[in-house]
């Protein structure tokens, strides 16, 4: 993939702002959930929002009107409580609460994390993508801005779960710190 220019192939917004999929988003896609790449461009030419210098990006979700995935955050319930480990997802740096091979519910939403381009100021990309409605940061993110953000990240992923199959997990990591927090 050496001949790669990810800004090749731009999408403009409903806005005019131009954005493109950006290198880590495509080459990390095996880690977090499938989506189509198709379905994050529709997504990004009918979004509305303007997009700003927000450290750490902005989350935009565009309703494209009919099914087009699933959403594999799911809340934590008594009947999948037991289910629940916390676990390292491939190229993240902290636990995530994951059901294995859970099921995921149908959605019409894609969310975006979006971000200004380090080298354009002009451009704008999509570090990340996923089906389903705009989930919290994760409690270890070091984008958290506030002890209130904080708290609610942590109040989010009390209760909700990432369903994802076996492939998406790092289980070096994650059996390694199991085993260390054993003894």
Same mark, same amino acid.
């Given at each position: 993939m050496g001949n790669y220019n990810e800004k090749f192939d731009l999408i403009e917004t409903k806005r005019g702002q131009k954005v493109f999929l950006g290198y880590k988003f495509i080459m990390s896609k095996h880690a977090s959930t499938y989506? /189509? +790449?198709?379905? &994050?461009k529709e997504a990004l030419s009918k979004c509305k929002t303007l997009f700003d210098n927000t450290r750490g990006g902005i989350a935009v979700t565009v309703d494209l009107g009919r099914v087009v995935g699933k959403a594999y955050c799911v809340p934590i =319930?008594? %009947?999948?409580r037991n289910q629940v480990r916390m676990? +390292?997802?491939?190229? /993240? @740096?902290? !636990? =995530? $609460?994951?059901?294995?091979?859970? $099921? %995921? @519910?149908? =959605?019409s939403l894609v969310t975006m994390i979006i971000v200004r381009d380090e080298r354009n100021k %002009?451009? +704008? !990309? &999509?570090?990340?993508?996923w089906y389903g409605m705009k989930a919290s940061r994760e409690p270890w993110d070091h984008n958290?801005?506030?002890?209130?953000?904080? @708290?609610?990240s942590e109040e989010f992923w009390s209760n909700h779960a990432l369903s994802l199959s076996a492939k998406c997990i790092d289980w070096e990591r994650s059996e390694a710190t199991d085993e260390a927090e054993a003894v």
């Amino acid at each position: 993939m050496g001949n790669y220019n990810e800004k090749f192939d731009l999408i403009e917004t409903k806005r005019g702002q131009k954005v493109f999929l950006g290198y880590k988003f495509i080459m990390s896609k095996h880690a977090s959930t499938y989506i /189509k +790449y198709d379905h &994050v461009k529709e997504a990004l030419s009918k979004c509305k929002t303007l997009f700003d210098n927000t450290r750490g990006g902005i989350a935009v979700t565009v309703d494209l009107g009919r099914v087009v995935g699933k959403a594999y955050c799911v809340p934590i =319930t008594d %009947g999948n409580r037991n289910q629940v480990r916390m676990l +390292y997802r491939q190229g /993240k @740096k902290g !636990r =995530t $609460p994951i059901i294995l091979n859970g $099921p %995921g @519910k149908e =959605t019409s939403l894609v969310t975006m994390i979006i971000v200004r381009d380090e080298r354009n100021k %002009g451009l +704008y !990309r &999509v570090c990340a993508a996923w089906y389903g409605m705009k989930a919290s940061r994760e409690p270890w993110d070091h984008n958290i801005q506030s002890e209130e953000e904080r @708290k609610e990240s942590e109040e989010f992923w009390s209760n909700h779960a990432l369903s994802l199959s076996a492939k998406c997990i790092d289980w070096e990591r994650s059996e390694a710190t199991d085993e260390a927090e054993a003894v």
